[in-house]
């Protein structure tokens, strides 16, 4: 028998008239954080930093191609990975379908690894994806945007992630958890794999150059995970635990 309180129509409609208000209340604010998003200065990006894609190498203002505003997905993809992060792939499961509406919008999407472009090509062939996926390997971008430490960085703790200062790497033995069952379902041990960070940055081109205008770290990547936008509204909600 369910544990769930059970109500009336009227009682249910009572409840969802009230959470209406709340939702509308959230979707308003949500509006003004975008403004407030797109009215933060933007800071000049001068660093010549370099990738590997498809047609070659590239450099920053390159990925762009015909638009003039980028979106970069941080994939958790590191040199020693085999095969990428599962929550990155399920985040990026949705990029084929939205790359050609935001290009419709003058916006190029792709993502960006430190693994080597032969190994972001072979899982990308696995996954059944088409999007763009650039290689960092060699390139100070993932540092300097912080989604990649180094191993002493990961045991002393210098080194921020969100705007904050990381805690030292404490090793966990606990194989079950769920970073531990990530690191192994990428081929690769624990440390490693939490040397890699999630993470989004927008950027613009104007008049020739390139300008960090965003990014945005852990559960602020959230919204951009369209699976769980749809479980939040589920009955059972994402029926997970410990993710975060």
């Not at 941080?74 to 599962?86: E, I, L, R, V």
């Not at 030292?168 to 769920?178: A, R």
């Not at 699976?227 to 993710?243: H, I, K, S, V």
Request: hydrophobic residues 35%; aromatic residues 12%; charged residues 25%.
């Amino acid at each position: 028998m369910t544990k769930h309180r059970i109500g009336t129509h009227e009682e249910w409609w009572a409840a969802r008239l009230e959470l209406l208000d709340a939702e509308k209340a959230l979707t308003r604010q949500s509006d003004e954080l975008a403004r407030r998003r797109q009215a933060l200065p933007w800071l000049r990006i001068d660093k010549p930093y370099r990738f590997d894609i498809d047609e070659g190498g590239a450099s920053l203002a390159d990925l762009f191609g015909e638009c003039s505003q980028l979106l970069v997905y941080h994939f958790m993809f590191g040199q020693d990975y085999k095969a990428g992060c599962p929550s990155c792939s399920a985040i990026a499961d949705g990029f084929n379908g939205f790359v050609v509406h935001l290009a419709n919008h003058d916006v190029s999407l792709l993502a960006v690894s430190r693994a080597p472009l032969a190994k972001l090509r072979a899982y990308k062939a696995r996954m059944g994806w088409t999007f763009p996926w650039a290689s960092s390997l060699g390139s100070d971008f993932n540092v300097d945007f912080g989604v990649s430490v180094t191993e002493q960085q990961q045991r002393d703790g210098s080194v921020e992630y969100n705007y904050r200062p990381s805690k030292p790497f404490v090793p966990n033995t606990d194989g079950e958890s769920i970073p531990a069952r990530f690191a192994a379902m990428t081929g690769t041990d624990l440390p490693t794999y939490t040397r890699e960070r999630p993470s989004m940055s927008a950027f613009i081109r104007d008049d020739g150059v390139v300008y960090h205008t965003y990014s945005s770290y852990a559960r602020g990547l959230d919204v951009l995970w369209g699976m769980y936008q749809w479980l939040d509204r589920a009955p059972l909600g994402r029926n997970e635990t410990g993710g975060w």
